[in-house]
């Protein structure tokens, strides 16, 4: 292992003069929630401009902070300064910015926050911005840790997005990156670590919350020479970016986390499948494949380990059912995406009829985090059950709109008032929506309900995969429900009778509510057939397909009732009941 | 092999069987529309669902798939099962307005169709149980017919909808079709056959002067068996 600590610690050297260099360096946050926002056009300014005034300036990339209410995000690393936060940065904005730095002193745009140092997570290291005395001109501007977004967020899979240029492996290392793999490789047997992820209580992080360790012991167990490790990276619930910006902002923790993975279960080859609709993501992936081989972490006899291992990547072709796992590896197997039945698990016949283990993008991305940092420290973050953090895209009718991770056992409260700001536009909260079509509405009258894999669950919904949309009451909620039903009879790949036939007449009978078309009896009517496809469906999406629907009519009855009995919406969205009035 | 008990009654069966062959082996009926004895189960129809309970956990499952365990408690009557059978049937009938053997299963089973569906007038009879495909997949061995989009929308064909190569037009498909959905045609001679939108010239037998058989399949025959094509033309009933 000696050629890979001397690599290692070479590369930490260049990687941290890289992230804190000897010259300005200007960072500017391009996942694509930034590019969505603008922050392409800010980008090419700044290279323009810094151009154009011949400054010894270093412009860079990173991906996603979180902070997508505030994006464009452009951040300022000044020798011996702290890092400087700006914010709804437009390409008029540059000049200013520029200034700042040629002349010393903040003109007309203020930075939104600021960092001094940081504390790394996964090995509890110092990155120092400011030495010595906080300027003068730095006082007012609030430190990031301290504003509301911020204040009760823990980010162990998310730990470098926003922080790291994705297509920098050397930012990567410096910041506690592949220290994991040495660990493992150099001083762990393959059963010590399932044994530290299975005691740190990790869960699935993509929504089954099924026993991580659990999961990797039984196909290390399994019976076969072939085995492999599958990232799930088809992310589809609408609304939610968790695992994008994941891949795109630090595509080299989930290879990390896969390679241990991989040590662990006796895998030497592994898949990652990621949606077609994130060629970002497909782009950093490959990118960071390429570096960790040309590194030596990936390949053959892996430092002289006796371990090898390679990562594939495969792309999906526009199929929510892919996300599910043995939908995924049909698809994978270069069959259609439809999935079977899962009486025989996927661990011990999965892809290629051979033991495979496939676990969520943030799933893999927590573990180098465990491996170093242990698995009591891991345990005792969260709540009951669920330990450690989960990532949530909160989203919807919030004011602070954006990528929070949080400690499992977080209220649903805290999470949209002290973290999500409130509801703007003086409007009122109605639900909040979890789990994605899978999922649930909950109410006002639940939201001290802590945020973990059960809890939600008990109230019909679900956590999901992190997916959380905020409503307020310009929202119908049989809206809602047809919204859902519709994306799923999309989505439905058409193998089992109760979610092909079955989804698309409730998505019916909701059109048909929403048009004041509807029948007493109708409400019943969905009931009864939801049941049914819950029990026939053969797999999750049908399984789970009227969840929205139930529970809309337990929290929102009343709206049904208005829709059929009086033909009203009272949220003024269904038009053509509203206009008849 | 394997004890069990289903609807109350103790069964023995084989170790890797399936409850639905074991229950069928002991004068259990248990329905099913999408099986066949002769391909690999797809679990697509959900009708042959039963209510297991293994320990604690109590789950439907298709019965066409699961394998036998020891100590399991199977129910293929339960409220539950009865449930998913009556909405499978009518959502077919709803789909397929016109199949005869979907209302008559449904009529056999006490199921009405539910009026709240609208009946399509564009599926046929397919209930996209799924045996053509896979009849020719596996026990043909062509694969000249798959499946295009997904969904409700999801339809059994030839790729692209165009005169398969693969296809020789030995009628397997429509034989096994439940619902008579796969037209096969005749000239009034029997000199040529119609399928999937691809003319076959027959072959008429050596002996008896019928047209029995196209020729693309007698040469795919050959070819798998090895057995020469002149001995095979020869219809079966007079070898």
């Given amino acids: 292992m000696a050629k890979m600590d001397s690599l290692l610690t070479k590369m930490k050297e260049k990687g941290m003069k890289s992230l804190s260099p000897s010259k300005t360096k200007i960072t500017v946050g391009m996942a694509t929630c930034?590019?969505?926002?603008?922050?392409?056009?800010?980008?090419?300014?700044?290279?323009?401009?810094?151009?154009?005034?011949?400054?010894d300036i270093i412009l860079s990339k990173a991906g996603c902070i979180g902070m997508c209410y505030r994006e464009p995000l452009v951040d300022v690393i000044e020798p011996n300064r702290p890092r400087l936060t700006y914010s709804k940065v437009t390409p008029k904005n540059v000049i200013a910015i520029l200034n700042q730095i040629?002349?010393?002193?903040?003109?007309?745009?203020?930075?939104y926050c600021r960092i001094d140092e940081e504390d790394l997570i996964i090995n509890e290291e110092k990155i120092r911005y400011l030495t010595g005395a906080l300027p003068d001109d730095i006082k007012a501007i609030p430190l990031m840790k301290e504003i509301d977004f911020y204040k009760k967020q823990i980010k162990i899979a998310t730990r470098n997005c926003g922080f790291i240029n994705p297509g920098n492996i050397d930012e990567y290392i410096a910041r506690g990156g592949y220290f994991s793999l040495q660990k493992v490789l150099s001083n762990m047997e393959p059963g010590k670590v399932i044994e530290e992820v299975e005691g740190s209580g990790l869960r699935g992080r993509g929504g089954g919350g099924f026993s991580t360790g659990f999961k990797w012991r039984s196909c290390r167990n399994a019976t076969g020479e072939i085995k492999y490790v599958i990232c799930n990276g088809d992310e589809g619930d609408p609304g939610a970016y968790m695992d994008r910006s994941i891949m795109e902002g630090d595509p080299h923790s989930v290879i990390e986390g896969m390679i241990i993975g991989a040590y662990a279960i006796g895998a030497h080859e592994g898949y990652i499948y990621v949606r077609d609709e994130y060629p970002l993501a497909v782009k950093a992936l490959t990118l960071a494949i390429s570096q960790a081989k040309e590194y030596g972490f990936l390949g053959k006899d892996i430092f002289k380990s006796g371990f090898s291992f390679d990562i594939n990547i495969s792309k999906g072709a526009?199929?929510?059912?892919?996300?599910?796992?043995?939908?995924?590896?049909?698809?994978?197997?270069?069959?259609?995406?439809?999935?079977?039945?899962k009486y025989i698990h996927t661990i011990e016949h999965g892809l290629w009829d051979r033991p495979s283990n496939l676990n969520n993008v943030e799933t893999w991305a927590n573990v180098p985090v465990i491996i170093s940092r242990g698995r009591e420290w891991f345990s005792k973050i969260g709540y009951k059950k669920s330990t450690g953090t989960k990532v949530f895209s909160l989203v919807g009718n919030v004011k602070n709109i954006g990528l929070i991770e949080i400690p499992m056992g977080t209220t649903l409260k805290e999470i949209i008032y002290d973290i999500g700001g409130g509801i703007p536009k003086g409007e009122k909260f109605k639900a909040v929506q979890t789990g994605g079509p899978s999922g649930g509405c909950i109410p006002k009258e639940l939201i001290d309900l802590p945020v973990d894999f059960d809890e939600l669950t008990k109230v019909g919904s679900m956590m999901g995969s992190g997916g959380m949309i905020i409503m307020d009451e310009t929202i119908c909620m049989v809206d809602v429900a047809r919204y859902f039903e519709e994306f799923l009879e999309g989505e439905?790949?058409?193998?089992c009778v109760p979610c092909r036939e079955g989804v698309r007449r409730m998505r019916e009978i909701l059109d048909d509510i929403c048009k004041g078309n509807s029948k007493e009896g109708d409400v019943e009517l969905l009931e009864d057939m939801s049941q049914a496809i819950i029990d026939g469906s053969l797999c999750a999406l049908g399984g789970s397909a009227p969840n929205p629907v139930l529970s809309t009519i337990k929290y929102f009855r009343d709206e049904y009732n208005a829709h059929i009995r009086e033909k009203k919406c009272p949220a003024g969205v269904c038009t053509e009941i509203t206009r008849s009035d | 092999m394997i004890n069990l008990v289903i609807d109350n009654k103790k069964i023995q069966a084989e170790e890797g069987s399936t409850i639905l062959k074991a229950a069928q082996s002991n004068g259990i009926e248990?329905?099913?529309?999408?099986?066949?004895?002769?391909?690999?189960?797809?679990?697509?129809?959900?009708?042959?669902?039963?209510?297991?309970?293994?320990?604690?956990?109590t789950r439907i499952v298709t019965s066409c798939i699961y394998q036998v365990e020891k100590g399991l408690i199977v129910n293929t009557q339960s409220k539950r099962v009865l449930n998913v059978r009556r909405l499978v049937l009518q959502l077919l009938m709803a789909r397929c307005p016109e199949s005869e053997v979907i209302r008559e299963l449904a009529e056999k089973m006490g199921v009405k169709p539910q009026p709240r569906f609208k009946p399509d007038e564009d599926k046929g009879t397919c209930i996209l149980c799924r045996q053509c495909v896979e009849v020719c997949e596996e026990v043909v061995g062509v694969s000249a017919i798959g499946f295009s989009y997904r969904g409700a929308d999801k339809a059994v064909g030839t790729p692209f909808v165009e005169p398969s190569r693969a296809c020789i037009g030995c009628g397997a498909?429509?034989?096994?079709?439940?619902?008579?959905h796969i037209k096969m045609g005749e000239s009034e001679s029997g000199k040529e056959r119609f399928i999937w939108d691809k003319t076959f010239k027959m072959v008429a037998c050596k002996v008896c002067g019928r047209y029995f058989a196209p020729q693309e399949q007698l040469e795919y025959i050959s070819k798998k068996t090895g057995v020469p094509l002149s001995k095979l033309y020869t219809c079966v009933n007079c070898r």
Avoid: W
């Avoid at chain 1, 059912?321 to 079977?340: D, I, N, W, Y």
């Avoid at chain 1, 439905?492 to 193998?495: D, N, V």
């Avoid at chain 2, 248990?30 to 604690?56: F, M, N, Q, W």
């Fill in chain 1, 34 to 55: 930034g590019i969505a926002s603008g922050a392409e056009l800010v980008y090419n300014a700044l290279a323009d401009e810094i151009e154009k005034q011949k400054l």
């Fill in chain 1, 102 to 111: 040629t002349e010393g002193k903040s003109k007309d745009k203020k930075p």
């Fill in chain 1, 318 to 341: 526009g199929a929510f059912v892919c996300g599910e796992s043995t939908a995924l590896m049909a698809s994978l197997e270069g069959k259609a995406g439809e999935p079977r039945a």
């Fill in chain 1, 492 to 495: 439905s790949c058409g193998k």
């Fill in chain 2, 30 to 57: 248990i329905p099913t529309l999408c099986y066949h004895d002769e391909i690999t189960a797809s679990g697509s129809c959900r009708l042959c669902s039963v209510e297991i309970t293994k320990g604690e956990r």
């Fill in chain 2, 173 to 180: 498909c429509a034989y096994v079709c439940p619902t008579g």
